[in-house]
C-alpha cells in the first residue's frame, strides 16, 4: 500500500512529464473508484487547461492546472502512471487522459479500486482535502511541528502502533513505515501511547522523519505492485529491518523478527530490541 515515500515518489516522476502539458477529455472504465463512479462532467473544467505542477499532502497526491486540478488517492493498489496512448492498456485501467502536446496519456489503474481519482476546483476545495489531515512526516524535522505532534501523541491512549496509523496525527505513514520507525525508535509496538516521556515521544518522531526521509531517497518500496510513474519498482524493500522479515535475525541483536496481528494488520517487530518495558 502507498505511503509518503511511494506517492513522493511517484509525484516526483510524475511531474516532468505532465508540467506544462495540457488535459484531454477523460475517459473512464465506468467502473466505481472507492466511493464511486467518476464523473466525466465535473473534471471537464480541467480539459485544455495545461498542469502548472504536483504536489503531496500524506498519501494525496495533487496535480494542479491554472485553476484547480486532480486529487489522487491511490488506496490499496493504485498506480499513476504517464504512457504512450497506443500502450496496451494494463488490467484494471480505471481513468485516462491524453496530454498535450505529445502522444502521452496519464493512466490511473487500481485493481482493488481502494484509490480514488476526483477534481478539486480551487485552493478553498483543496484545503478541505488537507484539514482533516496532520503534518506531513517530511515536517517532523521542524521543531514546533514535532513539539504539536509529541504532545497530541503524549494524550491518546492507543498503542503507538495504532497512533502513528492515524491519518490526523502525522500523515503518510503506514504500516510499513510506522513498523520501521518504531525498531529505530526501540519502543514497542504495544505500547501505549500516554506513558511515552517527552525524549522518548522525540526519540519516536525522528525516526518517523528519518525512515520516511530514506523511503524517499530510495524510491520507495516495491513489496507488491507499488511503482512509480514511469512503471518502475523502488529500491527500499532491501533496506527494511523488521517489515516482512518474519523468522529473519533482527539487525543489532539477532533475534528472530516476530510478527503479531495488531488491529487486523501484521505487526513486524524485536522482542529484545523493542521492549514493552
Ligand atoms: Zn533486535
Same mark, same amino acid.
Given at each position: 500500500?502507498?505511503?509518503?515515500?511511494?506517492?513522493?515518489?511517484?509525484?516526483?516522476?510524475?511531474?516532468?512529464?505532465?508540467?506544462?502539458?495540457?488535459?484531454?477529455?477523460?475517459?473512464?472504465?465506468?467502473?466505481?473508484?472507492? &466511493?464511486?463512479?467518476? =464523473?466525466?462532467?465535473?473534471?471537464?473544467?480541467?480539459?485544455?487547461?495545461?498542469?502548472?505542477? /504536483?504536489?503531496? *499532502?500524506?498519501?494525496?497526491?495533487?496535480? *494542479?492546472?491554472?485553476?484547480?486540478?486532480? @486529487?489522487?488517492?491511490?488506496?490499496?493498489?493504485?498506480?499513476?502512471?504517464?504512457?504512450? !496512448? =497506443?500502450?496496451?492498456?494494463?488490467? +484494471?485501467? +480505471?481513468?485516462?487522459?491524453?496530454?498535450?502536446?505529445?502522444?502521452?496519456?496519464?493512466?490511473?489503474?487500481?485493481?482493488?479500486?481502494?484509490?480514488? @481519482?476526483?477534481?478539486? @476546483?480551487?485552493?478553498?476545495?483543496?484545503?478541505?482535502?488537507?484539514?482533516?489531515?496532520?503534518?506531513?512526516?517530511?515536517?517532523?524535522? !521542524?521543531?514546533?511541528?514535532? !513539539?504539536?505532534?509529541?504532545?497530541?501523541?503524549?494524550?491518546?491512549?492507543?498503542?503507538?502502533?495504532?497512533?502513528?496509523?492515524? !491519518?490526523?496525527?502525522?500523515?503518510?505513514?503506514?504500516?510499513? %513505515?510506522?513498523?520501521?520507525?518504531?525498531?529505530?525508535?526501540?519502543?514497542?509496538?504495544?505500547?501505549?501511547?500516554?506513558?511515552?516521556?517527552?525524549?522518548?515521544? /522525540?526519540?519516536?518522531?525522528?525516526?518517523? *522523519?528519518?525512515?520516511?526521509?530514506?523511503?524517499?531517497?530510495?524510491?520507495?518500496? /516495491?513489496?507488491? =505492485? %507499488?511503482?512509480?510513474?514511469?512503471?518502475?519498482?523502488?529500491? &527500499?524493500?532491501? *533496506?527494511?529491518?523488521?517489515?516482512?522479515?518474519?523468522?529473519?535475525?533482527?539487525?543489532?541483536?539477532?533475534?528472530? @523478527?516476530?510478527?503479531?496481528?495488531?488491529? &487486523?494488520?501484521?505487526?513486524?517487530?524485536?522482542?529484545?530490541?523493542?521492549?514493552?518495558?
Amino acid at each position: 500500500m502507498p505511503e509518503a515515500p511511494e506517492v513522493e515518489t511517484v509525484r516526483l516522476t510524475l511531474d516532468p512529464l505532465i508540467r506544462g502539458k495540457a488535459l484531454g477529455t477523460p475517459w473512464w472504465s465506468f467502473l466505481p473508484l472507492r &466511493n464511486r463512479v467518476p =464523473d466525466e462532467a465535473s473534471f471537464r473544467f480541467l480539459v485544455g487547461r495545461p498542469i502548472r505542477g /504536483t504536489s503531496r *499532502h500524506g498519501k494525496v497526491l495533487f496535480v *494542479h492546472s491554472e485553476t484547480g486540478g486532480l @486529487v489522487v488517492r491511490l488506496g490499496m493498489s493504485g498506480r499513476c502512471l504517464v504512457q504512450a !496512448q =497506443d500502450a496496451p492498456l494494463a488490467p +484494471h485501467t +480505471h481513468l485516462r487522459w491524453p496530454l498535450a502536446p505529445g502522444e502521452t496519456e496519464l493512466r490511473y489503474v487500481d485493481p482493488r479500486r481502494f484509490g480514488d @481519482v476526483r477534481p478539486f @476546483v480551487d485552493e478553498e476545495d483543496r484545503a478541505t482535502v488537507i484539514a482533516p489531515l496532520g503534518p506531513d512526516p517530511t515536517t517532523l524535522d !521542524q521543531p514546533a511541528v514535532a !513539539q504539536a505532534v509529541s504532545l497530541a501523541l503524549r494524550r491518546t491512549r492507543r498503542s503507538l502502533k495504532a497512533a502513528l496509523l492515524d !491519518q490526523a496525527l502525522i500523515a503518510g505513514l503506514g504500516n510499513i %513505515y510506522v513498523c520501521e520507525a518504531l525498531f529505530i525508535a526501540r519502543l514497542s509496538p504495544f505500547r501505549a501511547a500516554k506513558g511515552l516521556t517527552a525524549p522518548e515521544a /522525540t526519540r519516536l518522531l525522528a525516526a518517523c *522523519h528519518q525512515v520516511i526521509q530514506d523511503g524517499i531517497a530510495r524510491r520507495g518500496t /516495491t513489496l507488491n =505492485d %507499488y511503482v512509480d510513474a514511469e512503471g518502475r519498482q523502488g529500491d &527500499n524493500q532491501h *533496506h527494511l529491518f523488521v517489515f516482512a522479515r518474519e523468522g529473519d535475525p533482527c539487525h543489532t541483536c539477532g533475534t528472530a @523478527v516476530r510478527r503479531k496481528t495488531q488491529a &487486523n494488520r501484521s505487526t513486524y517487530y524485536c522482542a529484545r530490541c523493542q521492549r514493552a518495558r
